[in-house]
């Protein structure tokens, strides 16, 4: 990633969202910047902050997807979180700092995973040696001598030699077991394993919300339940992914983890703002400290609480979380919202000024879903050609049959609420609901392909569509 130039990564978007270049370039060039600024002399890079993002325009258009293929692309710690769930509950809802914690958490699990992959080899040989001893276990070894099998002080050499032979014996019977464990031959095996397991704090304490606890609160309960020990019987293969996990936790180091991942949250962690126009109030942005809105205990009065608990964060504070102080200065906030009954100037002056590119998305016409739906590797045409395939029927597309999906899908985001590329899923499924359906009885009949065009779409979906009041029910 970090040798990829703004072009690149766009080229890379462009394989999953169709149009919307503005916000593509927008992202890559942010992106492009942290690389840069991790070139700068460290005087130099503390004082380069991350240009915050706000992306605008209607549902369904690309928003979410432009910030997750790119995280997916960067491979950096990332989240999502929804800006309405933190007014769900009195005036605050969830804590608004948690959603740090939860950038930590992804940021950790990465660096597990990279670490966990480098010893995966060693682990798995671990774990075989495991399974070999609770399939042929080592026997206690006696000094021969006594047919009671208690310790004479002397051996003699014939005894020796014996003794000798046997575990040559058991070494040859240990190493072909081995060989059958690695080449699946027992995988069908069961064998009984004891298996030791802690609680998680944060299951048990779901209800009394664990993650508004204080950090080192937390910590305290989750060593306050005990480890609890039980015995299972498994299958061979589930014994070497239960093993090697257990053999990986050993080898790996999880200080090093934890450090690693604080570092990379902190330089190269995204969180995705969602529905932010959700806690913008109508007449409230034009005064100075989120001031405006309806007095006394309102919606207004909760979104501009959650507007002030988010200020400091995007301007960058220190959040105490179990594993430590993490800073937010240079995390990248990309925002997001419809801002359908309200604008960017409704926001309080202090956050709108963390958010100093905005990029306007553009609604998605015909043609965009003509291509939507033939260009990219997980376009839905290609994933309804995949499911049917699974039941042996081979499913093409006729040209006129793309034509008329989109066609439809555009009508019905013309006149009714417009929904932007989800309306092609429901297109989709009005048009295969009858064919996936027969699909099993199909195959039994030995009918192997469907061709799908024009006529089929506008006898499955056209009379919905024309239907204005069943169109807002089923479309």
């Not at 047919?147 to 019977?173: I, N």
Request: charged share 25%; with cysteine; hydrophobic share 40%.
């Amino acid at each position: 990633m970090q040798e990829m130039t703004p072009r690149q990564i766009v080229e890379e978007l462009d394989l999953y969202i169709i149009g919307q270049d503005e916000g593509k370039r927008a992202v890559a060039v942010a992106i492009r910047n942290r690389w840069r600024r991790r070139k700068l002399d460290p005087d130099m890079a503390c004082e380069v902050y991350p240009k915050n993002i706000i992306m605008i325009g209607p549902t369904g258009v690309g928003k979410t997807e432009i910030a997750r293929r790119l995280a997916t692309l960067t491979g950096a710690p990332f989240i999502k979180v929804e800006a309405s769930k933190f007014t769900e509950v009195g005036y605050h809802g969830r804590d608004v700092e948690s959603m740090v914690r939860d950038l930590l958490d992804n940021a950790i699990s990465i660096v597990h995973a990279e670490q966990a992959r480098t010893v995966e080899a060693k682990a798995m040989d671990e774990a075989v040696d495991r399974i070999v001893d609770h399939l042929l276990p080592t026997p206690e070894i006696t000094t021969p001598g006594a047919s009671d099998g208690s310790v004479v002080t002397a051996g003699t050499t014939a005894g020796m030699v014996r003794l000798q032979e046997s575990d040559e014996a058991l070494q040859r019977a240990r190493e072909r077991l081995r060989e059958q464990v690695l080449e699946g031959k027992l995988d069908e095996r069961e064998i009984e394993i004891t298996l030791t397991s802690k609680p998680q704090a944060q299951v048990m304490f779901a209800n009394m919300g664990l993650d508004q606890m204080d950090p080192q609160m937390a910590d305290v309960f989750e060593r306050m339940i005990p480890e609890q020990t039980k015995r299972r019987k498994v299958t061979v293969a589930d014994a070497k992914r239960i093993f090697a996990d257990m053999e990986t936790e050993k080898l790996i180091d999880n200080d090093a983890i934890t450090n690693q991942a604080i570092e990379r949250m902190e330089e190269s962690g995204i969180i995705f703002l969602d529905e932010i126009d959700k806690i913008a109030t109508p007449g409230g942005g034009d005064k100075g400290g989120g001031g405006g809105g309806t007095s006394g205990g309102g919606p207004d009065v909760s979104r501009q609480g959650v507007q002030r608990d988010l200020l400091p964060i995007v301007e960058g504070s220190a959040i105490t979380t179990r594993y430590g102080v993490v800073h937010t200065d240079h995390i990248l906030f990309i925002a997001a919202g419809a801002f359908h009954s309200a604008a960017v100037s409704d926001l309080m002056p202090e956050l709108q000024g963390r958010f100093p590119i905005r990029v306007e998305l553009s609604p998605l016409t015909k043609d965009d879903f003509i291509r939507i739906l033939t260009e990219p590797g997980n376009a839905l045409t290609k994933q309804q050609q995949a499911l049917l395939g699974v039941e042996g029927l081979s499913v093409t597309f006729a040209e006129d049959s793309i034509d008329a999906m989109a066609e439809l899908a555009a009508c019905a985001n013309a006149n009714l609420e417009n929904i932007g590329a989800r309306r092609l899923s429901t297109i989709i499924e009005k048009v295969f609901e009858q064919i996936n359906f027969d699909a099993p009885d199909m195959a039994t009949r030995g009918e192997t392909s469907v061709t799908i065009n024009a006529d089929f779409v506008q006898e499955q979906v056209a009379a919905i569509v024309a239907d204005e009041d069943l169109s807002k029910f089923v479309l």
